[in-house]
T-cell receptor
Framework: QKEVEQNSGPLSVPEGAIASLNCTYS??????FFWYRQYSGKSPELIMF????GDKEDGRFTAQLNKASQYVSLLIRDSQPSDSATYLC?????????????FGSGTQLTVLP | DGGITQSPKYLFRKEGQNVTLSCEQN?????MYWYRQDPGQGLRLIYY???????QKGDIAEGYSVSREKKESFPLTVTSAQKNPTAFYLC???????????FGQGTRLTVV
């Protein structure tokens, strides 16, 4: 089982809709969770981080964390064509002596005009 | 402006050569990381360093080496022992373990 899993997509939504991106993780002791956006050929850009159960909102983005279900999601409201990118979920795993940042393989999102 | 600078942006290497990728940060971050990304895939950790003069292997360290002599710098050497080095290499830093990481613009390495 992969430590961090995401649906690879592609996920297509119409402009103005809500895009829902999901991520599950295997390490129950994980404490920190991050969402990155990566445009083609570019480096990842941090969008959100969340440490506690529940929702965290920042503009059009909402991160949701459910540690009991080992599930973290990212909602993008009022999706725009400029949101078309690959979204990477990252989890700070707690196993071992160092808390490494482990990435999922990413979900490709396309917002259709 | 504070940030992470990787150089060069593009690098071409002949088989059997070692090459060194530069990563410099002026964010005063303690932790630095090197990741490799292959087309259509996520990021895989090569090496990381939480303090100066200390670093640890990540998931795919074979064929790579690093040093951390200064807080600001974390260069990565891709040695001839790395069998498939063509990839996008990303350097990142964070203020400490457990905190969000920020990335440089990446170096695209191609073996010719």
């Amino acid at each position: 089982q992969k430590e961090v899993e995401q649906n690879s997509g592609p996920l297509s939504v119409p402009e103005g809709a809500i895009a829902s991106l999901n991520c599950t993780y295997s390490d129950r002791g994980s404490q920190s969770f991050f969402w990155y956006r990566q445009y083609s050929g570019k480096s990842p850009e941090l969008i959100m981080f969340i440490y506690s159960n529940g929702d965290k909102e920042d503009g059009r983005f909402t991160a949701q964390l459910n540690k009991a279900s080992q599930y973290v999601s990212l909602l993008i409201r009022d999706s725009q064509p400029s949101d078309s990118a690959t979204y990477l979920c990252a989890v700070r795993i707690s196993s071992g002596s160092a808390r490494q940042l482990t990435f999922g393989s990413g979900t490709q999102l396309t917002v259709l005009p | 402006d504070g940030g992470i600078t990787q150089s060069p942006k593009y690098l071409f290497r002949k088989e059997g050569q070692n090459v060194t990728l530069s990563c410099e940060q002026n964010l005063n971050h303690d932790a630095m990381y090197w990741y490799r990304q292959d087309p259509g895939q996520g990021l895989r950790l090569i090496y990381y360093s939480q303090i100066v003069n200390d670093f640890q292997k990540g998931d795919i360290a074979e064929g790579y080496s690093v040093s951390r002599e200064k807080k600001e710098s974390f260069p990565l050497t891709v040695t001839s022992a790395q069998k498939n080095p063509t990839a996008f290499y990303l350097c990142a830093s964070s203020i400490g373990a457990g905190k969000e990481a920020f990335f440089g613009q990446g170096t695209r390495l191609t073996v010719v």
